[in-house]
C-alpha cells in the first residue's frame, strides 16, 4: 500500500522568507502526486498535482512541486512567503485504478510577520 | 455554484445518538468519498463509491452506514455514537479514471458529548 511521510508538523517562517515543505512517498511503478492545502476551519484545496510529463509543477499562488523519482520525494517550495500563506499543507499520493489517495499527517506553516 | 457542499457544517449530538450527514456533488463526477480527520489533523478514507457502487471500505465500525442514492450524493449514517466519533468528516468526489484529483467539502465537524 502507498505511503506518505511528511517529516516537519510545524514549520515557522519569517514573512517573504523561502519556505520548503517535505514529502517522501513509498515507491511504486505510478503514482500521481497532490498537494493540498486546508486553511482555518475550512476543507482541502488543491494546490497542485503531478500526473506525468514536466516534473517540476506550479501553482497560480507562486508555490511549486518537483517530483524526484530517484528519491521518491515531491517536496513544495515557495521563494517568498505571505501572512496569507499560513495553513496546513498535506501531500498526497494515489496509484493508478481504483486505488485512494493517501494523505501524509500535515505540516503546519506558520507565517510570521 | 459550489462544487461539493455538505450539511450540517457543525453536528453536536450525545453519546448513544443516530445522526446523519449529507454530501452533495455538482460537477459530474462518477465517485465519491469520505473522509475522517482526528484532531491531530490527520485524514484517512472511510468509503469510496463510484456509480453508487461501493469500491473502498477501510477498516471502519460497522455503526457508520454510508448511502448513495445516485451518483451526485453519497451520506453518512452513524449509529450509535461514542465520544471517539468527534472529527470533522470531509465528502470529496472525483472521476475514477483522468486526472484523479479530488474535490472536497467544507467539513462536517461532529461533536459527541
Known amino acids: 500500500a502507498q505511503s506518505v511521510t511528511q517529516l516537519d508538523s510545524q514549520v515557522p517562517v519569517f514573512e517573504e522568507a523561502p519556505v520548503e515543505l517535505r514529502c517522501n512517498y513509498s515507491s511504486s511503478v505510478s503514482v500521481y502526486l497532490f498537494w493540498y492545502v486546508q486553511y482555518p476551519n475550512q476543507g482541502l484545496q488543491l494546490l497542485l498535482k503531478?500526473?506525468?510529463?514536466?516534473?517540476l509543477v506550479e501553482s497560480i499562488n507562486g508555490f511549486e512541486a518537483e517530483f524526484n523519482k530517484s528519491q521518491t520525494s515531491f517536496h513544495l517550495r515557495k521563494p517568498s512567503v505571505h501572512i496569507s500563506d499560513t495553513a496546513e499543507y498535506f501531500c498526497?499520493?494515489?496509484?493508478?485504478?481504483?486505488?485512494?489517495?493517501?494523505f501524509g499527517k500535515g505540516t503546519r506553516l506558520s507565517v510570521i510577520a | 455554484d459550489t462544487a461539493v457542499s455538505q450539511t450540517p457544517k457543525y453536528l453536536v449530538t450525545q453519546m448513544g445518538n443516530d445522526k446523519s450527514i449529507k454530501c452533495e456533488q455538482n460537477l459530474g463526477h462518477d465517485t465519491m468519498y469520505w473522509y475522517k480527520q482526528d484532531s491531530k489533523k490527520f485524514l484517512k478514507i472511510m468509503f469510496s463509491y463510484n456509480n453508487k457502487e461501493l469500491i473502498i471500505n477501510e477498516t471502519v465500525p460497522n455503526r457508520f452506514s454510508p448511502k448513495s442514492p445516485d451518483k451526485a450524493h453519497l451520506n453518512l449514517h452513524i449509529n450509535s455514537l461514542e465520544l471517539g466519533d468527534s472529527a470533522v468528516y470531509f465528502c470529496a468526489s472525483s472521476n475514477l479514471v483522468g486526472t484523479y484529483e479530488q474535490y472536497f467539502g467544507p467539513g462536517t465537524r461532529l461533536t459527541v458529548t
Open positions: 498526497a499520493v494515489r496509484g493508478s485504478g481504483n486505488t485512494p489517495l493517501v
Open positions: 503531478y500526473l506525468s510529463g514536466s516534473t
